[in-house]
């Protein structure tokens, strides 16, 4: 079958579809279209609509969550609710605008050689192409092209098994690539690439079945040069487990050059996947890897966002209800991770949600219940109405709840492997976007962190790309990580008989994780 797309531009493309696909999936992993940032196909994001010009499927219960009644009556429907069979006609759609590439070009003398770091997240690309002296020629970030695959981890290792899938994937991203260097304002001589396991892995087109199955296996270790069709010798950090990859080794050696950190510290990048190192010595590391899904990026839940114009990174509670900070001054749009956690602490705080995250009806502040006045319920589920038009569900919250749980189990259990106390940390290193606008109080309130953690809190921002800099500035760099990998200890948590007990112990909002 086909599916001809019209996009904003006015470009009219023709698609082949392969039965079996959802609309979303046969869309953005065709390689001629730039994917928003998908949920996984959860049907929430409302990311993935599309206007049926003809052909249009019947509405299903997603459909009408995300899209009121005059889009849908128009055609518009969400293209991951709608899988294609063999009897599917030929359909014609119409696209939303694209996500734009944001990049920028430094002063820089043009035709100098370059050096291109790369950070590769499931979520992210973000890159920084170096002179010969170091400074930054170049830098950008776009979302990594397979989110039309799903935004989780373990969606893309799905789609990489299927036949053909790992090399569709892989040449998404090597696409991107080519571009990137394409466009730099000088030849490019070298590539480091940091990534976790499984984007390392589906890049390079090497076998991925130790990641899709427990036990999990790491096949391919990396800290190996690799060359690919179309782009310079890429050198790949080493990978010391099955699901803390190269952007975490990559990220310690660049905390470590820049902060010269005191043990025990710890080392968390959150991201999709949530990659922590509790490093105890200077060759002595405890590793732990925990899915968190994208709802840390904005991503899955109802008015999610990353970071960008009109999202909102913080609310404080005021007396005449909630205000919202915004991003670049405009109006109310999105929410990013770091507005959902900033939100829902000021509702614990308010008394609008119970440490188990359910919304109190009938709180006893004043502010509370001027608060729950904005709540209402839409098809038995409840919503908190925000500034904007924005609003709150229920399973927003249990979305931050799960992730909370994931990350306090995490650190428990490492501080039980390594014998360690929370209060025995010199210092706790936040990575990824989060940090860029996190608040310390938030992950204390929110029992993310134990009661006065925060002060012992850096943000570090992107450590991966820093890494992936520094190991090209310094090659001789790059055994020394070797070693520091082979002293990693990884637990694997999920494979513990406990996990699911411990794990529903940590959903709530609150620190309360004793050490045996």
Known sequence: MQI????????????????????AQALWLSGGLPAPPLCSGLGRC???????????PMPVPEDGLALGPA???????????????????????????????????????SGAPL????????????WRALTPDGATAAHGEELNPQMGAGSDVMSRLATAARPGGEARLAALVRAALQRIVAELPGPVTELCVA???AMTAILLEKDISGLTAAPYRLDYTGHTVETLAGLPPIY???LPSPFVGGDVSAGLIAVEERYRPGYPFLLADLGTNGEFVLAVAPNKAFLASVPLGPALEGIGLTF??????????????????????????????????????????????????????????????PLGGRLASLLTDVQHEPRLILPGGLYL?????????????????????????AGCAAAELRHIFLAGALGEHVVPADLERLGFLPPGAGARLICVGNSSLDGAQLLLEQPSRRDCLERRSAGCVALDLTADPSFTAEYMRHMRFDYDTPLP
């Open 71 to 109: 889009e849908l009556d128009r055609g518009w429907r969400l293209a991951c609710r709608h899988l294609l069979h063999a009897r599917t006609p030929d359909m014609e759609v119409e696209l939303p605008a694209p996500p734009a590439p944001r990049r920028c070009l430094d002063a820089v003398v």
């Open 46 to 56: 409302g990311r993935c609509r599309v206007r049926f010009i003809r052909h249009a």
């Open 304 to 365: 999610g966002d990353m970071a960008g114009p009109g999202a909102v990174t913080a609310f404080v509670l005021t007396p005449s209800g909630l205000a919202p900070t915004v991003r670049e001054g405009a109006s109310p749009q999105r929410i990013c991770g770091t507005g959902y956690l900033s939100l829902v602490h000021v509702l614990l705080r308010a008394g609008l949600l119970t440490p188990e995250g359910n919304f109190v009806y009938a709180p006893s502040s």
């Open 393 to 417: 569900t229920a399973r927003d919250v249990e979305e931050i709840l799960k992730v909370k749980a994931a990350f306090s189990l995490a650190l428990e259990r490492l501080l039980r492997a």
């Open 236 to 238: 790949v950090p080493p």
């Open 115 to 126: 050096r291109l770091a790369v950070d590769l997240g499931t979520t992210s690309l973000h």
């Open 195 to 197: 990534a976790n396991t």
């Open 4 to 23: 001809t797309v019209h996009t904003v531009a006015d470009e009219i493309l023709t698609l082949d579809a392969v039965p079996g696909q959802t609309l």
